[in-house]
């Protein structure tokens, strides 16, 4: 029987991380085949000495990734083998540049898979900046591989939970880099970005409010360089011009208290920590990271590799599901003509 499930590629994230493990759950996971087809990129010879009987369990199919097809019933669960590493080099819980690499060919070779209309959309497991690094991959993150493979012209991050949802206006920058990376232009472009998504999400009009970049939004320019008033004023009237119901600048310390992040659907920050600290605080279990802008679907579990618990049978996988859970939403939105 063909698909009626969207096709969701999960990439296993730093092999020396929880990734392989988390990911593995996932396969497994009744709700996680309910909502999707999932087939997971990744290393088998890493995952067959991370999950051990669990993975023999695992009755999907390993293709080689330069035979990858999109998979044609809802019975399937493939694991593409990308054969990026000697699993034998791995140990767990250390910083490697061969883990740092393996780790960006999943991804890529995920990307190419959607890009091509194999899948539907990008599930990431966590990677390790350091050991990205390492590698000669000099992108800070997921977002910027993303949207340079993409070629999008245009992205932020959004973290997104039934608690808070957050997006940033700059993330893997310095502070004092912050300021000069603002534009009303650019701040335009993440306002208009969530409010597509969120609208793609929860099928109605959403309501938004955007933080200041000072303490007290800048106190009518008593504080900071009228960042306020220079650029987020402008940006949140652009914005209503196109219908856009957003609110702001908002005081940023009382922005996420009960009372008033009750009356908006997002939050828009201005600097990575400042939409990442309450979002982790209310949901650091079941948040979700998604790349807004791209031609292709992507979303991510928002914590780390924990390499202090890799490979010992101890992680969670709720984000990771939860991150399934609204990538396969936002494919089936895409399918109704609901997408950004």
């Not at 690499?101 to 190419?112: L, N, P």
């Amino acid at each position: 029987m063909k698909s009626a499930l969207p096709i969701l590629g999960l990439t296993m994230g730093d092999p020396a991380g929880i990734g392989p493990e988390i990911c593995l759950r996932a396969l497994r996971d009744p709700d996680v085949r309910k909502r999707c087809v999932p087939v997971l990129f990744g290393d088998v010879a890493v995952l067959r000495r991370v999950g051990g009987r669990k993975f023999s369990a695992l009755s999907g199919l390993v293709v080689p990734a330069e035979n990858f097809a999109r998979p044609q019933t809802m019975t399937e669960r493939l694991i593409v083998d990308c054969a990026a590493m000697d699993a034998r080099k791995v140990r767990p819980g250390r910083v490697s540049a061969a883990c740092g690499r393996a780790a960006y060919v999943y991804i890529e070779q995920a990307i190419y898979a959607a890009l091509c209309g194999k899948i539907d959309g990008v599930v990431t497991a966590p990677i390790h900046k350091e050991s990205l690094n390492l590698s000669g991959v000099k992108f800070p993150g997921h977002t910027e591989i993303f949207t340079a493979l993409t070629q999008a012209k245009r992205s932020c991050m959004m973290l997104y939970s039934d608690k808070l949802t957050v997006s940033m206006v700059t993330t893997h920058i310095g502070y004092a880099e912050v300021p000069q990376n603002l534009s009303s232009a650019r701040v335009q472009n993440v306002i208009e970005l969530t409010a597509q998504a969120m609208r793609q999400i929860l099928r109605r009009e959403p309501r938004l409010g955007i933080c200041g970049l000072n303490p007290h939004a800048g106190e009518h320019g008593l504080f900071g360089r009228c960042e306020e008033q220079n650029i987020i004023v402008p940006a949140v009237k652009w914005a209503r011009r196109r219908g856009i119901t957003v609110t702001g600048p908002l005081v940023p310390d009382a922005a996420f208290t009960a009372n008033v992040r009750k009356n908006y659907d997002a939050l828009v920050t201005l600097y990575h920590d400042q939409g990442h600290i309450p979002f982790k605080m209310l949901a650091f279990d079941t948040g979700v990271n998604l790349t807004l802008g791209l031609p292709i679907i992507r979303t991510s579990v928002d914590h780390g590799t924990a390499f202090d618990i890799a490979w010992q049978g101890r992680a969670d996988a709720a984000s990771l599901c939860s991150a399934i859970k609204v990538a396969a939403e936002l494919a089936v939105g895409k399918r109704m003509g609901l997408a950004a």
